[in-house]
């Protein structure tokens, strides 16, 4: 899993008052209207606290959902009917339809957070675009904290993550805790979750054969170790990126050939001018830098299995 991170060029909390302000309108409509059966004191309460709701951090909103839930319940016990009702002011099915000439849409908030592969699996291109008015392709948004179990934050900025169509399948409505896996706005696997391959016979072990398996592997004694082997067992990533075997058997065949020199020879190639991150651009063919990761499909794995070979200088 990679983290979206905020950069010059992603400001995440720029982007995040953008949403705020671009759906404020709808939902404040929906709540000054008359067929909601909430009364006028959970109306206010709601509306008090709707820049939260919309803006808060992962932690902040769980606490905040469970504040609201409370005030909520001293009024109108029937959770089926305040979820419903909740589902009304925080529509993500209706904002997911929102016409491109709005003023703000999905796929302007897509643009406007501009990952480029999914950032759950790094293995899907995620790519927003469109034609005028015409919609062509951007990414999914997995809800974090499910539509089905938490209503209030179908809405909110850090519960959105842009993701593959595959990733936001298999996670759909299931419950995530953030004591148990990683939020891509606050973590990654990083340093602590790294791809490796075990080869099944010596011509795998030296490039000869996409005979392996991929796995994710954890340093020992890592914090949030527990966390990322429960996150790949559950996208299944070790299987699905040992079907990407005959990648790593590229990159382990340039080191065998070179006897460990393949950057070596590149730099004597194109001289001590160009850049280490230049360098590695040309010899991987993909990003290896962490705050460009997700401009490329399989960077991590592709960076992992070169440090491992000792190729990355």
Not at 30 to 48: A, W, Y
Not at 263 to 269: A, D, E, N, T, V
Request: net charge positive; hydrophobic share 35%; proline share 4%.
């Amino acid at each position: 899993m990679l983290k979206i991170e905020n950069t010059k060029e992603r400001n995440l909390p720029l982007i995040c008052k953008e949403h705020y302000a671009g759906i404020l309108p709808t939902i404040n409509r929906v709540l000054n209207g008359s067929k909601l059966r909430f009364n006028k004191v959970i109306k206010t309460e709601i509306k008090k606290n709707i820049e939260e709701i919309i803006t808060g951090s992962p932690r902040e909103l769980i606490i905040l959902e469970e504040k609201l839930y409370k005030f909520i319940f001293s009024f109108r016990k029937d959770k089926k009917l305040i979820d419903y009702e909740l589902k009304r002011i925080f529509d993500y099915p209706a904002f997911r339809r929102w016409a491109i000439s709005k003023k703000w849409n999905p796929y302007k908030l897509a643009k406007r957070l501009n990952t480029r592969t999914c950032v759950y699996c790094n293995r899907q291109y995620t790519f927003t675009v469109d034609e005028g008015s015409s919609k062509i392709t951007r990414p999914q948004f997995d809800h974090f904290f499910s539509q089905e179990n938490h209503p209030l934050l179908a809405l909110s900025f850090y519960n959105l993550i842009p993701c593959c169509s595959i990733c936001n399948l298999r996670k759909s409505n299931k419950e995530l805790l953030l004591s148990e896996y990683l939020h891509p706005y606050e973590n990654e696997y990083g340093e602590n979750g790294i791809f490796t391959w075990v080869p099944k016979n010596y011509r795998a072990l030296v490039g000869r054969s996409d005979e392996m398996e991929v796995k994710i592997v954890t340093k020992p004694n890592t914090i949030n170790g527990a966390s990322i082997l429960k996150q790949k067992d559950f996208f299944k990533l070790d299987e699905i990126y040992t079907e990407h075997s005959d990648f790593v058997q590229e990159i382990i065949l340039k080191a065998h050939i070179s006897k460990g020199q393949y950057f070596k020879w590149l730099r004597k190639l194109f001289g001590k001018g160009i850049s280490k991150e230049d360098l590695y651009r040309i010899a991987m063919n993909n990003y290896g830098e962490k705050k460009t990761m997700d401009k490329r499909v399989l960077s991590k794995l592709t960076f992992d299995i070169a440090k491992e070979l000792n190729l990355v200088m």
